[in-house]
């Protein structure tokens, strides 16, 4: 009763019927006859033609030596951390030795079975739950060793061992499907970080080139500018010093010196006139209503200026005879008069 409980979840495989010795016997192929003589082993019928001797020889066993799929039944087993699990699989065998599957044990299929049941509940307990998941390969090949090292003699081999399903109790299911999904909003804080972090890293470049592109740009700028004035500079000077060569050429020209001190008394004159325009600080002197003491403290300061300038001329060239000049009061005076 022990035995069919423990089997009677599984499907029975089918087999052939022990046959009868009528002497003449056709072994059907993928099968093993074990014949035994007055009770006695006597040897193994190979596929194909046989004859036996009627009444002395009988078949006991008979073996398929095709691959075997046994359905492991669900059974309980506690994991590393405590957690109890409802696991079932699928083991698959083959006959390698007729005579030790007959001989060797009472019903190999059985003892295979309740082996890989017991060999899975202690691979289970070395593991922990999150492990069970992730090493289900490395656990079914750990349970395939261990059978083939005790079955060895038995005449069986196990090909390999697979786990069908892997029920988790309720709570720790709810527990385990909270700790994905807060994996998974992880998963996306950190990606939405990393996307924040590149955005921000990608706005810096952008600033700091844009930045050293205005500085090369404000660079240029300054320098062609400064190209630029340099230019203004040297030409002002070219027109200046062409400007200061010709009047020195107008000056040394007969009656000069009178034009000269003519447009130094008009500008004298001139800028008394705008001080009041450009300032409310105006500075005048005491006679500014004597016009003609203007005009002639003007040229005095000309004269004074160009005094030395003459001296050394004189000196330096030889005298000449030129026509008497008028004085310059004189030649105010005419025209003050024409003007009045």
């Not at 089997?7 to 002497?23: E, F, V, Y």
């Not at 359905?71 to 079932?88: G, K, R």
């Not at 070219?238 to 034009?259: D, M, P, T, Y």
């Not at 003459?310 to 005298?319: F, I, L, S, Y």
Request: charged letters at 25%; aromatic letters at 4%.
């Amino acid at each position: 009763l022990k035995r069919a409980a423990w089997l009677a979840p599984a499907p029975c495989r089918w087999t052939s019927g022990l046959p009868m010795n009528i002497g003449v016997l056709f072994v059907p192929q993928q099968e093993a006859w074990v014949v035994e003589r007055m009770g006695k082993f006597h040897r193994i019928l190979e596929p194909g033609l046989n004859f036996l001797i009627p009444l002395l020889d009988r078949i006991r066993y008979v073996q398929s030596l095709k691959e075997i799929v046994i359905n492991v039944p669900e059974q309980s087993a506690v994991t590393l951390d405590n957690v109890t699990l409802q696991i079932d699989g699928v083991l698959y065998l083959r006959v390698m030795d007729p005579y030790k599957a007959s001989y060797g044990v009472e019903d190999p299929e059985y003892a295979v079975t309740q082996l890989a049941q017991t060999t899975m509940r202690s691979e289970l307990g070395k593991l922990s739950l999150d492990r069970v998941f992730r090493e289900r390969e490395s656990l079914n090949a750990s349970i395939v060793d261990a059978i083939n090292q005790a079955s060895d003699c038995w005449g069986i081999r196990c090909l390999r061992y697979e786990i069908k399903d892997i029920h988790v109790p309720p709570r720790v299911k709810e527990s385990m499907q909270m700790q994905v999904e807060a994996e998974r909003r992880k998963r996306a804080t950190v990606l939405e970080s990393e996307g924040t972090r590149e955005s921000a890293i990608n706005v810096a470049e952008g600033q700091k080139q844009a930045q050293i592109l205005a500085s090369e740009a404000e660079k240029a700028e300054q320098i062609n500018k400064a190209a630029g004035e340099a230019n203004a500079m040297l030409v002002k000077a070219r027109a200046k010093a062409e400007a200061i060569q010709l009047l020195a050429a107008a000056l040394a020209q007969q009656h000069g010196s009178a034009a000269a001190s003519l447009s130094v008394a008009e500008q004298y004159v001139n800028a008394f006139s705008k001080l009041a325009k450009d300032s409310n600080t105006v500075l005048l002197p005491a006679n500014t209503g004597d016009v003609t003491n203007m005009v002639a403290q003007a040229l005095g300061i000309y004269t004074t200026l160009t005094k030395p300038q003459a001296v050394k001329t004189q000196d330096e060239m030889p005298p000449a005879h030129e026509d008497p000049q008028p004085p310059a009061t004189e030649v105010l005076k005419a025209e003050q008069g024409s003007s009045s």
